[in-house]
């Protein structure tokens, strides 16, 4: 029951995500508005990478995962040939192999693999599946509120509208 409930929250901040994003151009998930540099394009790459590190590499020791986080092909940057229906597209098939791997793993199951690397073996370290989940939800979560921000001042959609005006749809 807690697995289902914390994949809930989590399933729903990805759909925030995805929904925020829904029907802009290549133009505008290429388009980089605040002053840090980042487009929503970017975002998504850096959302799908975490996905991957802590679910496939973290939770289930995906070779495949760890070699390319190793060999330091994770970040923001997203390689210029992916289009942004690309790198949506890898997003959602990246959830759906997290989902497997939630689905497989207890919820007091330990980490099989730690990124050293990129977290050094210090004192912050992830324990289980729980806390996996905790922490990715809030990553995401952030990310959301993030991409409204960029939505609204790419061509003024908004996710969620908390007084008397009209909300998008979504």
């Known amino acids: 029951m807690e697995r289902e409930t914390l994949l809930g929250?989590?399933?729903?901040?990805?759909?925030?995500?995805?929904?925020?994003?829904?029907?802009?151009?290549?133009g505008d998930l290429r388009k980089a508005v605040l002053p840090s540099g980042w487009s929503p394009r970017d975002l998504v790459?850096?959302?799908?990478?975490?996905?991957?590190?802590?679910?496939?590499?973290?939770?289930?020791a995906d070779r495949q995962v760890i070699d390319t986080l190793v060999a330091g092909e994770f970040g923001w940057k997203v390689p210029e040939e992916f289009s942004?229906?690309?790198?949506?597209?890898?997003?959602?098939?990246t959830i759906e192999q997290s989902n497997r791997v939630?689905?497989?793993t207890a919820i007091d199951a330990v980490l099989a693999w730690w990124p050293t690397k990129m977290f050094g073996s210090g004192s912050w370290r992830l324990g289980s599946l729980r806390e996996v989940l905790m922490h990715v939800i809030v990553d995401?979560?952030?990310?959301?509120?993030?991409?409204d921000a960029v939505r609204e001042l790419i061509d003024g959609r908004q996710w969620l509208v908390n007084d008397d005006r009209p909300a998008a749809d979504h």
């Open 9 to 26: 929250y989590l399933d729903s901040q990805r759909k925030h995500v995805l929904g925020i994003l829904d029907g802009l151009g290549e």
């Open 45 to 60: 790459h850096h959302l799908t990478w975490s996905e991957a590190l802590w679910f496939r590499g973290a939770m289930a």
């Open 84 to 93: 942004g229906a690309d790198v949506l597209a890898r997003y959602r098939q």
């Open 102 to 104: 939630i689905g497989a």
């Open 140 to 147: 995401t979560a952030t990310h959301a509120g993030q991409l």
